[in-house]
């Protein structure tokens, strides 16, 4: 099993709609989550970080962490033709070593006209 | 600016010639680490710092060396390249391993001949 798991995708959803990205990861223990978006050829840019159980709303974006589930999704509300991209879950996974940030592969969302 | 500087952005090399790509970072960050991004793999760690003249080995650390002599420098160095480390790298600091704060460069793409 993976450390951290995203569908791939592509995603594919109108303007305006809600676009809904997930990830599980396997540590438990697992403190710190994070979401980037990444553009074609360009570097990850943090989007949203959660480290509670629940919801956390940023403007269109809101995160959402269930830790017993070993779940967390982000929701971009109003997706807009800007949003296509691909977007990173990355998580603290405590490995033999010490803390790891831990990405996974990525899942790319189409925003259609 | 708070920023990673990534040198240079693009590189085109022979096998077996050595080359070094820089990363510097102006945010006073202990931990630094550096990525390799490929289709379908997603980024994976090559070695990773939590300060200086620390320096621990990533998930695919085979035929890259680091160092950390100043906490601002963790250049890259490939001392004899081949063509399965043709690939995107990414440079990243933050202000702890747990991915708090983590920001990219803007990657370097190698491609070696």
């Known amino acids: 099993q993976k450390e951290v798991e995203q569908n791939s995708g592509p995603l594919s959803v109108p303007e305006g709609a809600i676009a809904s990205l997930n990830c599980t990861y396997s540590?438990?223990?697992?403190?710190?989550f994070f979401w980037y978006r990444q553009y074609s050829g360009k570097s990850p840019e943090l989007i949203m970080s959660?480290?509670?159980?629940g919801d956390k709303e940023d403007g269109r974006f809101t995160a959402q962490l269930n830790k017993a589930s070993q779940y967390v999704s982000l929701l971009i509300r109003d997706s807009q033709p800007s949003d296509s991209a691909t977007y990173l879950c990355a998580v603290n996974i405590l490995t033999g070593g010490g803390n790891k940030l831990t990405f996974g592969t990525g899942t790319q969302l189409k925003v259609e006209l | 600016e708070a920023q990673v500087t990534q040198n240079p952005r693009y590189l085109i090399t022979v096998t077996g010639k050595k080359l070094t790509v820089t990363c510097s970072q102006n945010?006073?960050?202990?931990?630094m680490s550096w990525y390799r991004q490929d289709p379908g793999l997603g980024l994976r760690q090559i070695y990773y710092?939590?300060?200086?003249?620390?320096?621990d080995k990533g998930d695919v650390p085979e035929g890259y060396k680091v160092s950390r002599k100043e906490k601002r420098n963790f250049p890259l160095i490939l001392e004899s390249p081949s063509p399965n480390q043709t690939s995107l790298y990414f440079c990243?600091?933050?202000?702890?391993?747990?991915?708090?704060?983590?920001?990219f460069g803007s990657g370097t793409r190698l491609t070696v001949v």
């Open positions: 959660i480290y509670s159980n």
């Open positions: 945010m006073n960050h202990e931990y």
């Open positions: 710092s939590m300060n200086v003249e620390v320096t």
């Open positions: 540590d438990r223990v697992s403190q710190s």
């Open positions: 990243a600091s933050s202000l702890s391993i747990t991915g708090r704060g983590y920001t």
